[in-house]
């Protein structure tokens, strides 16, 4: 189940819902935070951005689609004798 609460502001470093949740006592959730405004970026944070950008693009369906291709254990090798395919001349058959 997904549920999407809007309203929420950040006081003193909780979140404060502008209501309630219907939800029952003792559930257990997982929160996903997305900023409504854009918020000011330090400096200092920007190791954190990249990692956070690294976590959201593992987190994509498509992320090692292809881990259990046998013929890409070797990546290297495998986009080698592909570019080798390119480079080879076509010719006619007829």
Do not use: Y
Not at 5 to 18: A, D, P, Y
Not at 39 to 52: A, E, G, I, M
């Amino acid at each position: 189940m997904a549920l999407i609460i809007e309203g929420g502001k950040v006081i003193n470093g909780h979140i404060i819902l502008s209501n309630p949740l219907s939800l029952p006592e003792g559930t257990e959730v997982r929160v996903k935070i997305e900023s409504v405004d854009p918020v000011p970026v330090n400096k200092d944070d920007d190791q954190n951005t990249d990692s956070n950008e690294s976590e959201d693009f593992a987190n994509l369906p498509c992320f090692g689609m292809w881990a259990d291709r046998e013929d890409m254990r070797d990546s290297i090798a495998w986009l080698r004798k592909e570019r080798e395919k390119w480079q080879q001349r076509l010719t006619r058959t007829a």
